[in-house]
Each structure stands twice: as structure tokens, then as C-alpha cells.
């Protein structure tokens, strides 16, 4: 394995910033620099770097001005595969994912099982400042790391992903207690989450999943890769949407009640149309992250005897489960994954800010 004598990277250099004055936004600036290997503490390793995925998140803290923990500079990607360069001799040579949200495994919240919220986690592209994933190499806590094993062919910069597109829906299948027999909502399947939360709840048992989204060539898409149902919600309301959503079960003899309904969009109107569909016995499982406020007679959740329930990141110990639900042919990934180089990282962003990508895109280091 190459030791390499410093890590090549994209960084962040100067923070989004917002004129108060003309409402408008400037985003952050991009700039291919070097940066020091540090010297690896005990249960840290080196990964090379094969992919770093673009998410949403990157981009709201480019963009937006989503804060971070870290100011610029700053290293941004946290959905990352890789192979281990050097560290811990049993780790090296080994292609792993890491995960998006590394939790300390000691406080409180780590030893009840809620890690994935542990408030001294480590995030690649936020906490860890100048070492993320749109680079050459990063240094990690191989406590953490996902073995890739028998991989077949795919490749391991597709496997990035996993890191957080896809399971972040497990985890938020498990906060939702999703059990066989279950009927579903994904509102926002056809982004790079929601796709996976399709997937993932069809895959899990889920008797019926209902996807909705504007754009209809991806809704059809997801026909084919977990969902039964599809609503284009593009020009219409929540009330539209809860009018054809009802339609849907009536025709097909679904019940009224008893529905986990997944918000990925982040967006107000996904939020309003999810807060809509929440009924009787229901549970709404917040996956998106927005600025934006509902409004929201809360009394409801009394009358329907539901329940709204917020979800972040996924436990390490569930990334062999879902990269094993990949390999296995569970999940579709090849159908919703596209590379880039990463010197396009500026165009790419530009892109992906503007218009969704049909896939997920991600950038393989061309230093």
C-alpha cells in the first residue's frame, strides 16, 4: 500500500455568505490544495479514497449556509469508500465504507442504542474540518469501518453510498418499527435518499409503498424498484395529493389508518403533504432536513392517536446489514449511481444544486 506524502483535496476555503441587503446568497468558494497526513492515533487508519458521493447535505452547506461544525476551510463529503492505506496492520488492504456518523460509543446516548444521535460523533465534511471525502485520502477511527467483502462487479466507488443514502433510510425504518405487512409513504422517493427508502421498506416487508414525487420519469423508475403505487405531486397541493392518495386505498381496498409515511424532500411542500396524509394510528418519520416551518394543528396527533418521530444518520452496526442487502441484489444500486472525476466537483455541485440528478452522483479522485 502507498503512504502518499500528502493528502490532495477539494476544500472549502470561504464560507457561504448572505447580503442582507439584496437577499441574495453567495456561495462558498472550491479550491484543489494539499493538506498534511497526520500522524494516526491509536485505532485510526489512512483510507484511500476510490468515491465520495454528493448529498443533498453538501450542497445546503455550500448553498445554503447550513452551518457546520467546522468553519472553512473546510473538506466537505461524508459518503465515502475507500481501502485502507496504513494504521491498524489488521485493517490494512481491506476496501471499506465509512460511515457518515462515527459515534464516540461512550456517552449515555451510545450505550441506550441512540449513537446514530451521539452529540461527540465525528462526521466526515463537517467535525473533522479540513480531512473529508472529496480528497485523495482521509483519516478515520477504524472502530467504525465497514468491510467490503466479495463485492463482485461492483464497483467500490459505487459503495459509497451506502455511507449514507442508503442507510439512512434503515435507520429510519427502524425508528419507525417498520414490521412486515406494513403500508408505506415515501414522499420524495425520487431523490437520493428517498429512493433508497423505497427500497429499503419494500425489501424490509412492506406490504404496500406508495411513492410521491414531481418528477414522473423517476416515479416510473421507482415503480420498478420497490414501489406499487406512484403520485406525480408536481402543481398540486397536499390537499390534491391526499385526495389521490385516498383514491389509491380505496380502489385498492387499503386501510385508512396505520400508515408510516417517510418525509425525504426536506422541502415545505413535502413536509405540508406528509403532515397532510398523517392519520388515524399513523407515524410520520422525518428523513429530510429544511429550514422551512409548517404549520400544524398538533392537537391532531392526540385525536389520531399518532405520532411524529425524527431521524438522523444510521448506526455503524447496521452498514453490514444494508451493503449485505446490496450485494445481494436487495437493493438496486447500479440503476441510481453515476462517477464522475472529481476535478468536476464545481461543475457537479453547480448542477446538482440547480436540477436533481436522475442518479446519485460520485466523485472518484483524479488528483
Given at each position: 500500500?502507498?503512504?502518499?506524502?500528502?493528502?490532495?483535496?477539494?476544500?472549502?476555503?470561504?464560507p457561504?455568505?448572505?447580503?442582507r441587503?439584496?437577499k441574495e446568497?453567495?456561495?462558498?468558494?472550491?479550491?484543489?490544495?494539499?493538506?498534511?497526513?497526520?500522524?494516526?492515533e491509536?485505532?485510526?487508519?489512512?483510507?484511500?479514497?476510490?468515491?465520495?458521493?454528493?448529498c443533498?447535505?453538501?450542497?445546503?452547506?455550500?448553498?445554503d449556509?447550513?452551518?457546520?461544525v467546522?468553519?472553512?476551510?473546510l473538506?466537505l463529503?461524508?459518503e465515502?469508500?475507500?481501502?485502507?492505506?496504513a494504521?491498524?496492520?489488521?485493517?490494512i488492504?481491506?476496501?471499506?465504507?465509512?460511515?457518515?456518523v462515527?459515534?464516540?460509543r461512550?456517552?449515555?446516548?451510545?450505550?441506550t442504542?441512540r449513537g446514530?444521535?451521539?452529540?461527540?460523533?465525528?462526521?466526515p465534511?463537517?467535525?473533522l474540518?479540513?480531512?473529508?471525502?472529496?480528497?485523495s485520502?482521509?483519516?478515520?477511527?477504524?472502530?467504525?469501518?465497514?468491510?467490503?467483502?466479495n463485492?463482485?462487479?461492483i464497483?467500490?466507488?459505487?459503495l459509497?453510498?451506502?455511507?449514507?443514502?442508503?442507510?439512512?433510510p434503515?435507520?429510519?425504518?427502524?425508528?419507525?418499527?417498520l414490521?412486515?405487512?406494513?403500508?408505506?409513504?415515501v414522499?420524495?422517493?425520487t431523490?437520493?435518499?428517498?429512493?433508497?427508502?423505497?427500497?429499503?421498506?419494500?425489501?424490509?416487508?412492506?406490504?404496500?409503498v406508495?411513492g410521491?414525487?414531481?418528477?414522473?420519469?423517476?416515479?416510473?423508475r421507482?415503480?420498478?424498484f420497490?414501489?406499487d403505487?406512484?403520485?406525480?405531486?408536481?402543481?398540486?397541493?397536499a390537499?390534491?395529493?391526499?385526495?389521490?392518495?385516498?383514491g389509491?386505498c380505496?380502489?385498492?381496498?387499503?386501510?385508512?389508518?396505520?400508515?408510516?409515511?417517510?418525509?425525504v424532500?426536506?422541502?415545505?411542500?413535502?413536509?405540508?403533504?406528509?403532515?397532510?396524509l398523517l392519520g388515524?394510528t399513523?407515524?410520520?418519520?422525518?428523513?429530510?432536513?429544511?429550514?422551512?416551518?409548517?404549520?400544524?394543528?398538533?392537537?391532531?396527533?392526540m385525536?389520531?392517536d399518532?405520532?411524529?418521530?425524527?431521524?438522523?444518520?444510521?448506526?455503524?452496526?447496521?452498514?453490514?446489514?444494508?451493503?449485505?442487502?446490496v450485494?445481494?441484489?436487495?437493493?438496486?444500486?447500479?440503476?441510481?449511481?453515476?462517477?464522475?472525476p472529481?476535478?468536476t466537483?464545481?461543475?457537479?455541485?453547480?448542477e446538482?444544486?440547480?436540477?436533481?440528478?436522475m442518479?446519485?452522483?460520485?466523485?472518484?479522485?483524479?488528483?
Open positions: 500500500m502507498t503512504v502518499p506524502d500528502k493528502i490532495q483535496t477539494w476544500q472549502m476555503v470561504q457561504t455568505t448572505f447580503n441587503e439584496t446568497t453567495t456561495p462558498g468558494k472550491l479550491v484543489k490544495t494539499e493538506i498534511p497526513v497526520p500522524e494516526l491509536p485505532g485510526e487508519v489512512l483510507v484511500e479514497v476510490a468515491g465520495c458521493g454528493v443533498h447535505t453538501d450542497l445546503g452547506y455550500f448553498y449556509g447550513v452551518p457546520t467546522c468553519k472553512p476551510p473538506t463529503g461524508h465515502i469508500s475507500g481501502t485502507v492505506v494504521g491498524d496492520e489488521a485493517w488492504g481491506k476496501e471499506v465504507i465509512i460511515p457518515a462515527m459515534p464516540c461512550k456517552c449515555y446516548l451510545c450505550k442504542g446514530n444521535r451521539c452529540l461527540q460523533q465525528k462526521m465534511g463537517n467535525s474540518g479540513i480531512y473529508g471525502g472529496f480528497s485520502h482521509i483519516p478515520v477511527p477504524n472502530i467504525d469501518l465497514c468491510e467490503v467483502k463485492r463482485g462487479d464497483p467500490l466507488a459505487h459509497a453510498v451506502v455511507a449514507d443514502a442508503a442507510t439512512t434503515y435507520q429510519a425504518a427502524k425508528r419507525a418499527d414490521q412486515p405487512g406494513d403500508n408505506v409513504v414522499v420524495g422517493i431523490g437520493g435518499v428517498g429512493q433508497y427508502v423505497g427500497q429499503i421498506t419494500k425489501a424490509l416487508g412492506a406490504k404496500t406508495i410521491i414525487a414531481r418528477n414522473q420519469e423517476k416515479l416510473d421507482a415503480l420498478k420497490g414501489a403505487f406512484v403520485i406525480n405531486s408536481k402543481d398540486k397541493d390537499k390534491a395529493v391526499s385526495k389521490e392518495f385516498r389509491i380505496k380502489e385498492n381496498e387499503l386501510p385508512n389508518y396505520g400508515w408510516k409515511i417517510f418525509e424532500t426536506g422541502a415545505k411542500g413535502g413536509q405540508d403533504i406528509a403532515l397532510t388515524f399513523g407515524k410520520l418519520i422525518v428523513v429530510g432536513f429544511g429550514l422551512a416551518k409548517n404549520e400544524y394543528a398538533i392537537g391532531r396527533l385525536a389520531f399518532a405520532e411524529m418521530i425524527g431521524t438522523w444518520g444510521c448506526l455503524p452496526e447496521y452498514y453490514p446489514v444494508v451493503l449485505d442487502m450485494l445481494t441484489g436487495k437493493i438496486n444500486m447500479s440503476n441510481f449511481v453515476e462517477t464522475r472529481m476535478s466537483i464545481a461543475e457537479t455541485f453547480a446538482a444544486h440547480k436540477t436533481p440528478p442518479k446519485r452522483i460520485v466523485l472518484t479522485p483524479d488528483f
